[in-house]
């Protein structure tokens, strides 16, 4: 059995008379010290691993395994999570505060917000119930975050699993409004354009998260309109 810990001595077969024995010998203490050295540093980028997509993996459990209610629409009125600007989808069980006029090209603004595990509204983008040819956009991710965030932004880690009329709810300033999904999109993380996205036929919701998840080399777009 391999032994992350121990060093197996080399062993070679030799001829002494007529029989055959192996003989073990131990490696130089330099090569001793690579091994441990190097054993280590694997184990702890295990660990990091591990301690970076523990929230992942439990979202994935818990939505997998235990969230099969649907949540009505009276039971996000009786339970805001926050009363100003707040967002919850109840497929995934994402509930969260959102932080408004946030700059999508201000790093140092953006990170201060999703390292609390917050959502962000573009300052791009309308605030809802605005009407048609507005569009407010969130996002809980970003390119330039850096895999510490990867644990630390969570909300949005499930955006995939969401279909076509699925609900979405946003309360601000004290108003629930009902969105419904009808698109989604995958993009490079150069397409920009969304951020100011808009369509004069309806009310736009988009939601923007890093693809595949656990990962910032795509983005993922969720598009709602209001009903």
């Not at 062993?11 to 054993?39: D, Q």
């Not at 201000?106 to 609390?116: A, D, H, I, Q, R």
């Not at 989604?184 to 595949?212: F, G, H, M």
Request: hydrophobic share 35%.
């Amino acid at each position: 059995m391999f032994n992350l810990f121990k060093i197996t001595p080399k062993k070679r077969t030799v001829k002494i008379g007529k029989k055959y024995g192996i003989l073990y010998s131990n490696p130089p203490t330099k090569k001793k010290i690579i091994f441990y050295v190097g054993n280590l540093i694997i184990l702890f980028g295990l660990i990091y691993l591990g301690y970076l997509y523990t929230p992942l993996i439990k979202s994935l459990v818990v939505y997998k395994f235990f969230n099969k209610s649907i949540v009505k629409i009276d039971e996000i009125e009786k339970k805001p999570i926050n009363n100003t600007f707040s967002v919850s989808i109840p497929k995934i069980g994402a509930e969260s505060k959102i932080i408004a006029n946030v700059s999508p090209y201000n790093e140092k603004e953006y990170l201060s917000v999703l390292s609390k595990d917050e959502v962000a509204q573009s300052s791009t983008s309308s605030f809802p119930g605005m009407g048609k040819n507005n569009t407010t956009y969130l996002f809980a991710h970003s390119t330039q975050q850096g895999l510490s965030m990867v644990r630390k932004n969570s909300v949005f880690y499930l955006l995939g699993e969401l279909t076509n009329g699925n609900s979405i709810y946003l309360r601000h300033n004290g108003n629930l409004y009902q969105y419904k999904v009808y698109d989604k999109k995958i993009i490079s993380y150069k397409e920009a354009e969304y951020l100011n996205y808009k369509d004069e036929t309806r009310e736009v919701l988009i939601l923007q998260t890093c693809w595949p998840i656990g990962t910032n080399w795509k983005r993922l777009l969720i598009f709602a309109e209001r009903i």
